[in-house]
Every structure is written in structure tokens, then in C-alpha cells.
């Protein structure tokens, strides 16, 4: 007779959840129509939203109602289980931008963050994280996305036109090179890091 003896995994064996993908506006910048960037993994409301708050608790005082546009969210709860406390949920669909979150803090203020597509490719997230949390641009979260979509397709070209110029010789040549976009990368993608930066004033809700 065989007797299997089954440990329960510790704490090292367990795997760490993963990181927070985000961006935010400095320190001392005026509040402008966004305030960053969030990159969540899924559009599971519920279960991405008790990793945000966990950080922005911290930094902007504890975080009591979200409200999203439910186009990109199959599921609005109204209510979302986090650490310590419980926060509200709300949904507008005329009143607000769908690539849009807007965060309140009990007597503190609000923010806005562009939420980038979970399936959004790398190199267009990390330009929409550095972009949505420069304090000199005024876009909106739907434009930051239109223009993220057209250097995206820029991009593509620029990749097919030096395939071409490759095939034909080019780096060979030493001709010159094809035309290359210039790449805003965001801070901590390359490491399983937050990208946070200091966070400005909240504005006056």
C-alpha cells in the first residue's frame, strides 16, 4: 500500500500576482482631461478593479465610486469588494468617453484615466501610457486611442516598406534607411513594474 503525503504550497511557492500596468501624470502638473493611463488584463470589472485601488488608495486617499462607459465592459457591477473597504460602481453611456475611468475620492477629488484594451499590442500601449500621462497634452481618452490606432497603422506600413528595402539590398547598399516612426516608450514595460510617476492635484469634482 502507497501512501502520497501532499505538502499545502508556502508563501516562495506560491506565484506573485502581476504587476499593475499604469501610468501616471507627475508631480505639480496642472490637472488636465486625463490623468494617466491603466492597463488592465481583462475587462473583468470586478476583478481588476481591487489591484487599482490597492495603489491609488495609497497615493490619492481611498478611492470610493468608479465610473466607466459600459461599451467595453460586458459586466458593470455595482458594487466592488476591495481591500478594507467597498467601492461604488456607475455607468454612463452618453455622458462618458468610452476609453474613459473617472475615480473619486471621499472629500479629495477626482481623476481620470485612459483604460487601455487588455488585447492592445505592446508597442501601442506603451505609447498610450507615456501619452496619457504627459501633463502638455489635452486629448481625450477617444483621441489618444484614434492616434495610437493611426501610428499603429504607420507603423505597419514603415515595417513593410523596409521588408521591401531590405529584400532589394538596402542595409546592403548602405542606402538610405526607410522611413521610421519615432517610439514614445512608457516607463517600467520592460520590467514587472508599476509605472507610476508622483501624482498632480486632484481636480475639483
Not at 505538502?7 to 516562495?12: D, G, N, Q, S, W
Not at 473617472?102 to 484594451?117: A, E, F
Not at 487588455?118 to 498610450?128: D, E, G, I, K, V
Not at 548602405?174 to 512608457?186: Q, S, Y
Amino acid at each position: 500500500m502507497t501512501a502520497t503525503v501532499s505538502y499545502a504550497p508556502t508563501l516562495e511557492d506560491r506565484p506573485s500576482p502581476p504587476s499593475l500596468r499604469m501610468s501616471l501624470a507627475p508631480s505639480g502638473s496642472a490637472p488636465a482631461l486625463l490623468d494617466g493611463a491603466w492597463w488592465p488584463r481583462s475587462r473583468d470589472l470586478g476583478a481588476e478593479l481591487p489591484a487599482l485601488t490597492a495603489v491609488l488608495d495609497s497615493l490619492w486617499g481611498r478611492i470610493t465610486r468608479v465610473t466607466v462607459n459600459p461599451a467595453h465592459w460586458p459586466t458593470v457591477p455595482r458594487k466592488v469588494p476591495v481591500a478594507g473597504h467597498v467601492v461604488k460602481v456607475g455607468s454612463f453611456m452618453a455622458q462618458q468617453d468610452p476609453h474613459q475611468m473617472l475615480l473619486l475620492s471621499y472629500r479629495v477629488g477626482r481623476w481620470d484615466l485612459l483604460v487601455i484594451p487588455p488585447q492592445t499590442n505592446p508597442h501601442s500601449a506603451a505609447w498610450l501610457l507615456a501619452a496619457a500621462s504627459d501633463p502638455l497634452r489635452t486629448s481625450t481618452a477617444s483621441e489618444l486611442m484614434a492616434e495610437a490606432a493611426r501610428l499603429g497603422t504607420v507603423t505597419e506600413t514603415d515595417r513593410t516598406v523596409e521588408a521591401v528595402w531590405d529584400s532589394e539590398g538596402g542595409h546592403e547598399a548602405g542606402g538610405p534607411a526607410g522611413p521610421r516612426i519615432p517610439a514614445v516608450t512608457a516607463p517600467g514595460l520592460g520590467t514587472p513594474a508599476v509605472a507610476l510617476a508622483t501624482p498632480h492635484p486632484a481636480k475639483e469634482v
